[in-house]
């Protein structure tokens, strides 16, 4: 009898503790999915194109940074997103997590 009065306050914390973890969790991930969620709804440049219609289509990025490595990684920072070229075609385009 005295080991279950020991492991039923035990038993409870632990779910509580458990409870409370799960729900933090639970916000962690509904916060990140409306990340997702809103950095997908950004029109930004597609893979594959190239610089001059990247720029036609979404004009002068506010800054251009120089090739860096082989092959040759180009970054261009727009106010919502950055684009990522390779030679001259996009390879990635990211939101941007501070938005000007």
Not at 4 to 33: G, H, I, Y
Not at 69 to 80: C, F, H, K, Q, V
């Amino acid at each position: 009898m005295r080991s279950l009065r020991t492991f039923l306050p035990m038993a409870l914390a632990a779910a509580a503790f458990a409870s409370v973890t799960l729900s933090a969790d639970v916000r962690a991930d509904r916060l990140l999915l409306q990340n997702i969620e809103e950095g997908t709804a950004l029109e930004r440049p597609a893979r594959g194109m190239r610089m001059q219609t990247v720029e036609s289509r979404f004009g002068s990025p506010e800054s251009r940074r120089p090739a860096v490595g082989e092959p040759p990684i180009t970054r261009w920072i727009y106010a919502d997103f950055i684009v990522y070229f390779e030679h001259d075609r996009v390879i990635h385009a990211a939101a941007r997590r501070d938005p000007a």
